[in-house]
């Protein structure tokens, strides 16, 4: 079984990606420094934080949702922030979570370097 981990990237103007950083947990992307200098260096164009849940859920975590009120209270102003999972890709749009029907340019790489192949959602 290939080895999965949480992976986060830092998503610019014009979907480029300014940064990224990655785990070896599939389940956790610890704190660390150097993201927190990364944010604060690029946050002019820093315009998304995305991540991979690479064993699930598609859907932001308690932690997710602290770490994403400390960047939008430390930058003062809102951000796009984004889970990728097998299941798909959500994103936070003006305080509601939005499941993307049309994913960027960056999702599927973010799947392969997290160990993870896009599982399609079953429509109930």
Known sequence: MAT????????????????????????????????????????A??????????????GFSAEDESTMSALTSALGRPLRF?????GGMVARVEGRDVL???????????RRVSGMRRQPVALA
């Open 82 to 86: 984004s889970v990728v999972a097998p």
């Open 4 to 43: 999965t981990r949480e992976v986060c990237l830092l998503i610019g103007r014009d979907n480029q990606v300014l940064w990224s950083d990655e785990s070896d947990n599939p389940f956790l992307l610890p704190d660390s420094r150097e993201r927190w200098e990364a944010i604060w260096h690029f946050r």
């Open 100 to 110: 993307l029907a049309e994913e960027p340019w960056w999702a599927e790489p973010l």
């Open 45 to 58: 164009e820093l315009e998304e934080v995305a991540h991979s849940h690479p064993e699930g859920p598609l």
